[in-house]
Structure formats: C-alpha cells, structure tokens
C-alpha cells in the first residue's frame, strides 16, 4: 500500500500542480489573446486603403504647419506657404503643392510666385496611391479674414473590383492649422 | 522513489520549454512591430499628439507671463529658460519619458523686430534609450491688438503662433 501511495501526486501536489499549470495557461492565453487582436486591426486595412491614410499623413503634416496668411494662399492650385523655424531662430520657408498624377500624388516643392500663378524653382516627389483628385478648400477665422483656420482635404479614390477600377468615391478631411492667433 | 524524480522532472522539461516559447514569442511579436508600418503610425501619433498637449500647456503659459519672461530673457541676456512639463502632463505622459519646455530668446536679424517674440520649443525625451522622440517648436509674437471680449472689463492681448515645426520625430 505504501509503495502504491509513493507513486502516485498526493492531493497536495497535484492541488499545486492544477492551480500552477492553470497560471500559466491564463498567461499563455491571454498573450495570444492580446496579439490575435492586434493582428485581426491590421487585417481590417487592406494595403489600398493603407497607402491613402498614409498618403493624407503626408498632405496633413504639410498642412499642420502651413502659412496662416490667407496671401500665403493660391486658393485655386492648392499652393501654400510652409514656413519652418530652427532652434537658432532661423526661419525657413518654402511652397508646397500636392497634385494628382498618373497612379499617384506628387509632391511638389520650392519657390512658387502667387501672383503670375506659377512655379520658379520646384522640386517634385512621387507618392503612388489611387487617389485620382485632391483638393483643399480654405476657411477663414470667423472674426478675422486674413487668418486661415481651417482646411478641408477633398479627395476621391478609385475602388477596385475583380482586378478592374470601376467607381471613384468621394471622401473629405479636414485639417486644422497650428500656426494660430492666440488671445 | 526515482519515478517520481523522473515525474518532477519532466515537469520541469514542460515548465521551461513552455517559457522558452513564450520568451521567444515575445521577442518575434516585439520584432515585428518594429516593421509594421501600422505600428509605427500609432506610434508617430502617440508621440505628436503627446507632444502637442504640451506645447499648448506651454502656450498657455508663456502668453499668460510673456513680458516676465521676455524681459528676464532679455535683461539677463539668457538664451533660454527650461521647465520640465512632466509633473503638469502626468495623466498624459509615457512611461520612461520626460517633457522639456524651453523659452528661448528670438535672435533673427532678417525677421520684424518691432513686436517682441519669444521661440517656444517641447521635447518629448525618452529617458530609457536616450533619444528625442517628438519635437515641436514654433514662435510666439506679441502683436500689442488688445481684444475686448463679451462679459468681460479686461482687455485680452492677442498673440500670434507662427512658424510651426515638427522637428525629429520617432
């Protein structure tokens, strides 16, 4: 009888065994729990509708930080004036233009004359995406009409069925500037 | 006597291969992460948006004492005053992360002279791996407009924030 006791778990251990193996699953599922979750939001964007959010990240980080001065404004293009400052209080400014090309959006960069309506000196870049319009429409501040205080980003994205774009869609944003009067 | 030995250690076999897993599960999920573009979106944002929060409590805080600090700036000849922001933003803030405000003196011979301005600049610093995560700096500008608001005898003084720059970002 004893040497039928000895090997075999006393409730004791087999207690302790139980709850600890109990831990370690509640721990093991709950991690697998928490990052089925994660991949399951990842999965709810397809890469079409990924590489228009990050194509309005672009657009939006330039707008954030653009000029308030409705001057600064080419209402028409789209063009506006981005100005920058360092930490040595040196002041940069620069015009921005977002513009759409064939299968994608180009960034255009440099010296942009408002008055004839065309650009000096540019520097372009490329964003591919299905983005086939965009357009920003300027609001002003309520009390004061030179200050811009608000822009709506419209733009339409192709939709893709079976391989094929059939219908174009149309989506709005809107972007508040930092650069603001303050009282 | 040795089955239950043998028993114990088998145990202890499924024990530590079971944290080996999850050690090393752990390590490819943080792994990943790093190169998902969606994870490092949330991650740009989290900082900004931190970021921001405090640069609009500083905001409140230089236009509320702008001539203190213009004029110790000035007299004193500083070049900037720093404030940690981290007491202030606790609800907010990230672990292992501190928040720096520094009001700095405007030293552009090029730019108008005639209103005063202060540079006002929020670091977001990560104490852990010692890096910047987030900086935002932009410039402050007393016009001298007073603006009378409903309900109230005081005159407001109106400021302008110009110049807005999201500088390294992580």
Redesign the interface.
Known sequence: MRILL??S?TLIELLI?TA?TTI?AL??FG?VGS?RQQIE??KN?SSRQ?TV??AL?LIK?DL??S??QVSSWDKNSGVFVK?????????LRTCIGWYVVKNGLQRWEGEYDFKERRWKKKTTSFYGCPITQVKFNVYTQKFNKKYVDLVEISYTVSQEKQKKLTQETEHHDYVR??????? | MMQQRDGFAVLLVLFATSAVMVLGLACWYQSSLAFDVIAQRERYYKNFYDASAALDTGLVLVTKNFDLFFNQLTLKNNSSISLDLGPVLEPVRLKNTRIILNIGQFKNKTEDQKQPKLLVQVRLYDTHARTSLCDLRCLVIKTGVKIKKEKREKSDEQYLVQHFTIGNLL
């Open positions: 000895r090997k778990f065994y600890l370690f721990f093991v991690f990052m939001n990842m964007l990924l959010l990050l990240d980080r954030i930080s000029d308030m100005s920058s400052i360092d930490e040595k209080s040196r002041v500037l930092r650069n603001r009067v303050l009282v």
